[in-house]
């Protein structure tokens, strides 16, 4: 009999979703993805239904046998599946752990009503929290990831490339989704080229981009999050020159709320509390090519917010 | 859209349901069903303030007209945009 290994929850913001592992592989994949997320496990068993929480689904990582048609030599050929249905296969790659991020947060997500789920990246620098919203392919993670490197000369510390909550009544609290820093193909190589030398081996890269462990770029992971003092929307456009514009709160009201993700599970599709972030949080538009700017700017603009420039 | 000298005839008519907040003379809106989200700078906060479904473009343009009549062309060129801007994000719409 094969051994059984543990069912692992993964908790964020009050809800949970189990995931089996079915070997060792699948498990360091698991852990490699999750590991700030995983908080307790339940005993091994064969029967789903034992795992029954806020959400519907159980997911499953699991080694398969049969064809590996479309994998490199030796590659082995998994499955995710939910208790259902299939819905990935192929090796635990760059794009498995896409797949996976987008289950896992669609069903964390999937009932959450206690407050608004932002797509959003999320970094701390001196003791106050920076929201960086924006839609995919806007430069969230590409952001995160630099802010957070000691490429940055006002270097973040690091909480999420993707999503955050704001908690109804929160005032300004956020809970970020910490996960490995999720770098599409176009931006990988400029990543890859600030990550420490030894930390080359610890990422998982491919041709769909890499998935980099924060620590890798900065150790300092906070305890607790600050309020949010700070929002700042990235735009990349090729070639353009690095430009910081001042928005007002109309305006960043209006940008809110397009990086709604839970918008379906509030009465007022979570309007109101946005607008009130918007209102009482200076934010700006950043638009970017290169990062060749950001440390002779950032540091005046980090600096106002603190009254001191 | 592009409007056409007919269009600026109709009556501007939004569609109902839609929530609204004013920061600064400016505006914010969103409508739950569309789930489309829009700003308004001060002029459009204005010209939002004007569809009450009574009025039409050329209505709407000739009223601001009134008040700004140094800047008459400017401000048909904006109420003109933003109305297009209104109707393409399905907001608004253009009534006979």
Do not use: W
């Given at each position: 009999m094969p051994p059984l290994y543990p069912v692992y929850s993964v908790d964020f913001a009050g809800m949970s979703v189990p995931i089996r592992c079915d070997n060792r592989k699948t498990l360091?994949?698991?852990?490699?993805?999750?590991?700030?997320?995983?908080?307790?496990?339940?005993?091994?068993?064969?029967?789903?239904?034992?795992?029954?929480?806020?959400?519907?689904?159980?997911?499953?990582?699991?080694?398969?046998?049969?064809?590996?048609?479309?994998?490199?030599?030796?590659?082995?050929?998994?499955?995710l599946a939910d208790s259902s249905e299939t819905l990935f296969t192929g090796s635990l790659n760059v794009q498995f752990?896409?797949?996976?991020?987008?289950?896992?947060?669609?069903?964390?997500?999937?009932?959450?009503?206690?407050?608004?789920?932002?797509?959003?990246?999320?970094?701390?620098?001196?003791?106050?929290?920076?929201?960086?919203?924006?839609?995919s392919g806007s430069g969230k993670s590409t952001v995160s990831a630099w802010l957070t490197s000691d490429h940055s000369t006002c270097r973040c510390s690091y909480l999420t490339d993707e999503l955050v909550v704001l908690p109804k009544n929160g005032a300004g609290?956020?809970?970020?989704?910490?996960?490995?820093?999720?770098?599409?193909?176009?931006?990988?190589?400029?990543?890859?080229?600030?990550?420490?030398?030894?930390?080359?081996?610890?990422?998982?890269?491919?041709?769909?981009?890499?998935?980099?462990?924060?620590?890798?770029?900065?150790?300092?992971?906070?305890?607790?999050?600050p309020p949010v003092s700070l929002i700042l929307?990235?735009?990349?456009?090729?070639?353009?020159?690095?430009?910081?514009?001042?928005?007002?709160?109309a305006r960043a009201s209006a940008l809110?709320?397009?990086?709604?993700?839970?918008?379906?599970?509030?009465?007022?599709?979570?309007?109101?509390?946005?607008?009130?972030?918007?209102?009482?949080?200076?934010?700006?538009?950043?638009?970017?090519?290169?990062?060749?700017?950001f440390n002779k700017q950032l540091p005046d603009l980090f600096a106002q917010q603190d009254g001191s420039a | 859209m592009k409007m056409s000298h007919r269009d600026t005839k109709k009556k501007?008519?939004?569609?109902?349901?839609?929530?609204?907040?004013?920061?600064?003379?400016?505006?914010?809106?969103?409508?739950?069903?569309?789930?489309?989200?829009?700003?308004?700078?001060?002029?459009?906060g204005l010209i939002w303030e004007l569809c009450d479904g009574q009025k039409s473009t050329a209505d709407i343009i000739d009223i601001l007209?009134?008040?700004?009549?140094e800047s008459r062309q400017q401000i048909a060129e904006d109420v003109i945009n933003i109305i297009a801007r209104l109707v393409d994000n399905n907001i608004a719409r253009l009534q006979d």
């Open positions: 360091e994949f698991f852990k490699f993805l999750f590991g700030d997320l995983y908080g307790s496990t339940k005993a091994p068993s064969l029967d789903t239904s034992l795992h029954a929480v806020d959400t519907a689904a159980t997911l499953t990582i699991s080694l398969t046998e049969g064809s590996t048609r479309g994998l490199s030599e030796g590659e082995e050929k998994y499955t752990a896409a797949v996976l991020f987008d289950q896992v947060i669609f069903h964390l997500l999937n009932h959450l009503k206690d407050g608004v789920a932002l797509h959003s990246g999320a970094v701390v620098y001196q003791d106050k929290t920076i929201l960086l919203p924006g839609q609290t956020v809970v970020p989704f910490p996960r490995p820093l999720c770098i599409k193909a176009e931006a990988s190589a400029v990543i890859r080229a600030i990550i420490p030398k030894n930390g080359e081996e610890q990422i998982l890269a491919d041709k769909q981009g890499a998935v980099v462990p924060h620590r890798l770029l900065n150790p300092d992971f906070p305890f607790l999050v929307f990235p735009t990349y456009q090729a070639g353009s020159p690095l430009r910081i514009e001042k928005i007002s709160p809110l709320m397009t990086c709604d993700v839970n918008a379906r599970n509030l009465a007022d599709h979570g309007f109101r509390q946005l607008v009130q972030l918007a209102r009482s949080i200076p934010a700006y538009l950043i638009t970017y090519s290169s990062f060749a700017e | 501007v008519l939004l569609e109902p349901d839609y929530l609204l907040e004013q920061i600064d003379n400016e505006i914010t809106v969103y409508h739950p069903t569309l789930t489309t989200s829009l700003y308004l700078n001060e002029t459009g007209g009134e008040i700004y009549q």
